[in-house]
């Protein structure tokens, strides 16, 4: 089957390889790949910023329907249409395992980076970690479930979003825009803040109902940001740059919230002592957790959460390295990849 691998470090080690189909254990089921997302991780990924187990099919966001199912498995059939969450080994057996926390098991291999992913025809996933997508959801909306588990985590598990609320996201992209709705859906009153790159991103924040927006390096909202420095509940930097974490903490009010959201790739500077002389609050949330995925869905499926505006492409597989570009050069939102599209 077609799959897109990574095989060691370097940007050159990535490419469209022909491997073999999976073969499924007893508790898994083998899924055929409707859809696959490009995840900031996956970049990462390319760029060598986030760790990986070479060789390794990259994607993690997708939806896809199942093709066969391990023997012990009772609640799923051929034909499903399923999603799941990623952390597909785990040891079982720890702290983390045993409170719910997948991610943080320390011998947790996900797909698409631990084991192989969604960038190929099909992949191999625990029955255990599957959840069927509800009826009114298409399969391209299904496959952006994993990043809105990641931000219903951020949002809901890890911080705390009171109606009434005014939250500043910065960072329109795909996981702001998905942030900003999560938040509204909580009773936030969403403000989203963006640069002059971001503008066409700003407007769609308004059209899925931020209250306003505020474009940092623009000459005309100068005045607007200075009058609401220091006003803010809760901030969630969702852009992973270091002068937004600087201007979240700036326009949260004393003792308000701040949530990282974004991933930097590298270490940068934060002035703590800002952060301690507000009493600042700080929590960050690293991807998703199995109570993580029930809310997403039926955010979904209540329609308080739309993805749709969010898919600006989807491209045949063989097209990856286009997919991509569109990604590091910020110039859509979610592009999907389809492993059984020629065209
Ligand atoms: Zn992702
Ligand atoms: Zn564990």
Not at 13 to 28: A, H, M, R, T, V
Request: glycine share 10%; with cysteine.
């Amino acid at each position: 089957m077609k799959a897109l691998i990574k095989k060691g470090l370097g940007a050159e080690n990535i490419g469209l390889d022909d491997i073999k189909s999976p073969i499924i254990k007893e508790n898994q089921l083998k899924v055929k790949v409707h859809a696959t997302g490009i995840c900031g991780t996956d970049v990462h990924i390319v760029e060598d910023e986030y760790p990986a187990d070479y060789p390794v099919v990259l994607g993690h966001e997708y939806s896809g329907y199942v093709e066969e199912v391990g023997d012990n498995v009772a609640n799923f059939k051929k034909g499903d249409r399923v999603v799941s969450h990623t952390a597909a080994v785990t040891c079982g057996g720890c702290y983390y395992c045993k409170h719910g926390l997948l991610m943080l098991c320390t011998d947790r291999k996900s797909i698409g980076s631990g084991v192989n992913g969604a960038f190929a025809e099909y992949v191999a996933i625990p029955a255990e970690l599957a959840y069927k997508v509800p009826e009114n959801i298409s399969m391209d909306e299904a496959a952006l479930s994993e990043p809105l588990a990641c931000i219903v985590r951020s949002v809901i598990e890890r911080a705390t979003v009171k109606a009434g609320d005014n939250v500043i996201v910065s960072g329109p992209g795909t996981i702001g825009l998905l942030t900003l709705q999560v938040a509204q859906a909580s009773g936030g009153n969403v403000v989203v803040v963006g640069t002059t790159q971001d503008k066409s991103r700003l407007k769609l924040a308004l059209e899925l109902g931020a209250k306003d927006t505020i474009v940092v390096d623009d000459e005309k909202d100068r005045e607007k940001l200075k009058s609401v420095m220091g006003t803010y509940d809760v901030a969630f930097e969702c852009s992973g740059a270091a002068p937004s974490a600087d201007n979240c903490l700036h326009l949260l009010k004393k003792t308000g919230l701040y949530v990282q959201v974004g991933l930097y790739g590298k270490k940068i500077e934060f002035d703590h002592d800002l952060a301690l002389m507000k009493e600042i609050n700080i929590t960050n949330s690293y991807a998703s957790e199995p109570t993580s995925w029930a809310r997403a869905l039926q955010l979904l499926e209540a329609g308080q959460v739309n993805v749709r505006p969010l898919i600006s492409n989807k491209l045949p597989l063989e097209e990856w390295k286009k997919g991509f570009e569109i990604v590091m050069n910020k110039e859509g939102y979610k592009v999907l990849l389809d492993p059984h599209s020629t065209k």
